[in-house]
């Protein structure tokens, strides 16, 4: 396994076709940008598709790749958003209001069980009703965690501008939940 803190080297070795160096990125990405995706679409069978499509176009580009001194998951999230925006120009669909099909077994209260999967389709929902921008720096910065920096570096902006998008992004977030919920109690 390469050290994490040698990304240009991992990223060289990778370009040569080195297939450890090739699976250190993959394992060192995968979950994040899996966590990205699936905030963005409505199943984990999609998410799971997305992802590894992301993986595979990563493999085929990054002969073309050019280290730059940033992060490579800039460039990895850049894919992962034009994954899902290809997902979404070929197919647009409803949100439903059934139960997802996985369920958390963990809980002991099936009604708690019911409950939190409401929540996060609510969360979801309303995430999806805001713009690309504002779903973008709310699931790297809070689902992720990338500092803001790295979603300055991401999405192409200044990182003052990306704070300013993060303020505008939750307050458009809290009107679209409260919109769900007033909605639902009608």
């Known amino acids: 396994m390469y050290a994490l803190s040698d990304e240009e080297t991992l990223i ?4 040569r076709g080195d297939k450890m160096a090739i699976s250190s ?3 060192m990405y995968v979950q994040n940008i899996y966590k990205y995706v699936r905030y963005r679409v409505d199943s984990e069978a999609l998410a799971e598709d997305i992802t590894s499509e992301v993986f595979l176009r990563m493999v085929r580009e990054l002969p073309r790749y050019r280290y730059t001194g940033s992060p490579i998951s800039a460039w990895l999230y850049r894919i992962a958003h034009n994954c899902v925006m290809d997902l979404y120009r ?6 439903s209001d059934e139960l997802p099909e996985e369920l958390p077994g963990d809980a002991a209260d ?3 069980t019911v409950a939190l999967a409401e929540d996060h389709a609510q969360l979801r929902g309303a995430l999806q009703s805001l713009s690309s921008d504002y779903q973008d720096v709310l699931i790297l910065r809070f689902i992720n965690d990338v500092s803001h920096a790295e979603v300055a570096e991401i999405m192409g902006k200044t990182e003052a501008s990306t ?3 993060q303020h505008r992004a939750l307050k458009a977030l809290g009107t679209a939940l409260r919109a769900i919920q007033q909605g639902r109690a009608q």
């Open 12 to 15: 060289t070795c990778a370009q």
């Open 90 to 95: 070929k197919q647009r669909r409803e949100l």
């Open 110 to 112: 099936p009604l708690d």
């Open 25 to 27: 990125l993959y394992s």
């Open 163 to 165: 704070r300013v998008l």
